[in-house]
């Protein structure tokens, strides 16, 4: 393994700001694999130091594929994570709409365009990312429809379910999407949560990863074969939006298989505590995602189901 | 007249509520809509709305069609010195035309696209951020330049910006309303959090010559000193970024004319007393955009420069 210094720079009033990669094997470039890009992303950062232990384990046992090289970089945003922000501090701008990034420009277009010149030219792509929603969800890896993407790759991960997203002009501006652009193979694994971490799914995650690596030959691996992972696209889960607001009293977890009219949850009223709304179902299925905020707003996206 | 366009319940006992100020006059049929406050941070506008509102409804008799104006289309993000809607992630200036299936944000996005739409002209009210002060410019996307050119123009502002088309940009209320055959100008003007009025009461006088253009007002318009709009169409845009991390001392007033060499700007250490960089133009321009927050890191954009062809 090989600990590198891909980007720094200076603050006004603070320690450099650094991004740390490590690097794996030689050779050919296999994959790059990035965990948070924002400061609240524990998760995805956890599983990528997972991955670095991991994969240095690997590496002296001689199971590191000969002519594969692996880049790991856990964090791009320390600074953020540092202070409890999720955004970049100093003007909250979020560093994965700056993509393809820009050397010349803004300071978090510096980043992603030094970011993005380290991990091109791989041959897969791996974002370990959050959901725009705040919520949990069952684990599964997200592709852009581009054009350029490749859905059975995607099912290598041995995860649930490969969601294949249409790409909104917000979109156009992630590394995910400027990835698949200029030729890697670019998947946004996404393990469930957000700001805190949960060993059990980091778990999970890491095994998918590895799985993965050791499907194309760029590890010497055993894993257990995964599921056989259902693809979906995003426009064809049900989304079931609060009609009222208040307190929301969850009854239902993601994965959890559902019936048509069945309740999912009710939303109190938060003086004297009356049902102002039962959450029912609209369709037989599995819940995908669930709102995790105690307080919902009118309109608020509650939850996802995919239809049975 | 006072009506409530969008209410969203709020979880303990309050409502989102964006309102509008209908004011008609004659029997006109045309409809101006002014629209701010998208961006939490950015004030300027509600300077133009209560003057707009303040001129018309003393004056009613030389109102010939209806002006509505929002000064809060993001209300929350007003009142909590927010930028965008709390506890949400985009920019509300990138999700539209919204959705009406989608969350609450998306929702209202798509609930606002639908009050304006079919307006004869709707003029989006920004200020910036608290990071740079801007001249009074309009901004229009180069694919409708040929219709909103010549009614920017009337506006009586320093610059008018006709930029590229990206496709990031497309979310925005100004290309979705265009978009929809709305036509809608965008003004920038100012800084974030503040309110410059000598910029309010310009874009004030200008709104009222479009609006007797356009036929709407028949009343005075406030005379200015005559000013020759800038149009970037004639020269070329530059944009001057920070190349130290540090802070900025400004050596210029802003909407100024510089010259070839001038030094616009200090990037300092105060830790160390020294000074990081001179912040020179390489040959002379409008700067028509100055950083206003002194904090900066490499990359922070320090101004933004017209230069003419030719010069
Ligand atoms: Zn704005």
């Known amino acids: 393994m090989k600990r590198e210094l891909l980007f720094v720079l200076p603050s006004p009033f603070r320690d450099e700001f650094r991004i740390q990669g490590f690097r794996f094997g030689s050779g050919q470039k296999s994959i790059a694999i990035v965990g948070a890009m924002r400061g609240d992303e524990l998760q995805q950062q956890f599983i990528c130091s997972q991955l670095v232990s991991t994969l240095q384990d690997l590496e002296e046992k001689g199971d590191i594929a000969a002519g594969h090289e692996i880049l790991v970089i856990p964090s791009v945003n320390p600074f953020a994570m540092n202070i409890g922000k999720r955004f970049w501090a100093m003007d909250n701008t979020d560093i994965n709409r700056m993509f393809p990034g820009y050397s010349l420009g803004e300071t978090t277009q510096r980043i992603a365009a030094a970011l993005f010149e380290q991990i091109q030219g791989y041959r897969f792509g791996v974002q370990m990312s959050s959901y725009y929603l705040p919520g949990d969800y069952i684990p599964h890896v997200r592709m852009m429809h581009t054009g350029y993407e490749d859905i059975e790759l995607a099912q290598g991960f041995g995860l649930q379910y490969t969601l294949l997203r249409t790409p909104r002009p917000f979109d156009t501006t992630t590394l995910n999407y400027n990835w698949q652009i200029w030729e890697t193979q670019a998947f946004s694994v996404c393990s469930g949560h957000t700001g805190v971490i949960d060993t059990e799914s980091a778990v999970d995650t890491v095994s998918a990863v590895l799985r993965f690596m050791s499907l194309h030959g760029i590890i010497h691996c055993r894993t257990h074969p995964g599921y056989f992972s259902e693809v979906l696209r995003e426009e064809d889960l049900i989304t079931v939006k609060a009609r009222r607001a208040g307190i929301l009293y969850c009854m239902c977890k993601p994965d959890d298989s559902v019936r048509r009219d069945q309740i999912l949850a009710r939303v109190l009223d938060p003086y004297d505590g009356s049902v102002r709304w039962e959450v029912r179902a609209p369709a037989d299925g599995t819940v995908f995602f669930i709102h995790d905020k105690t307080l919902v707003l009118e309109n608020s996206m509650l939850f996802r189901i995919i239809p049975s | 007249m006072i009506k409530t366009v969008i209410s969203t319940e709020l979880p303990v006992d309050e409502h989102l509520l964006i309102r509008k100020n209908s004011i008609s006059g004659g029997s006109g049929k045309k409809r101006i809509c002014l629209v701010t406050g998208t961006h939490g941070d950015e004030l300027e506008g509600q300077y133009v709305c209560y003057r707009i509102a303040q001129i018309l409804q003393s004056n009613l008799a030389d109102l010939d069609g209806t002006v509505d104006i929002y000064p809060a289309l993001n209300p929350l993000g007003i009142d909590s010195i927010t930028r965008g809607i ?134 005075a318009v406030p005379e200015l000193e005559e000013r020759h709009t800038i149009l970037s169409t004639t020269g070329t845009v530059d944009f001057i970024n920070a190349s130290a991390s540090g802070v900025f001392i400004p050596l210029i007033e802003h909407s100024n004319h510089a010259e070839a060499g001038q030094v616009i700007g200090r990037i300092v250490d105060p830790l160390h007393g020294t000074v990081l960089q001179d912040v020179k133009l390489e040959r002379p321009g409008f700067v028509f955009t100055i950083r206003a927050y002194p904090v900066v890191y490499e990359g922070s954009l320090l101004a933004r420069v017209f230069r003419e062809d030719n010069a």
Do not use: C
């Not at chain 2, 539209?96 to 996005?109: H, R, V, Y």
């Not at chain 2, 709707?122 to 009074?136: A, K, Q, R």
């Open chain 2, 86 to 219: 709390p506890n949400f992630d985009l920019d509300m200036n990138r999700i539209f035309p919204g959705d009406p299936m989608g969350s609450m944000a998306e929702n209202t996005a798509h609930s606002i696209i639908e009050e304006l739409r079919g307006a004869d002209l709707v003029i989006d009210i920004h200020s910036s951020n608290i990071f740079l002060y801007e001249v009074p410019q309009v901004r229009i996307n180069q694919l409708n330049a040929d219709s909103l050119v010549p009614l920017a123009s009337m506006l009586n502002l320093d610059f008018l910006w006709v930029h590229e088309a990206a496709t990031v940009l497309e979310a925005t209320l100004a290309y979705s309303l265009n978009s929809l055959d709305t036509p809608t100008l965008v003004v920038e003007m100012g800084v974030g959090m503040r309110i410059t009025q000598s910029y309010g009461e310009q874009l004030v006088s200008g709104i009222l010559n479009l609006m007797r253009h356009m036929g709407v007002w028949k009343g």
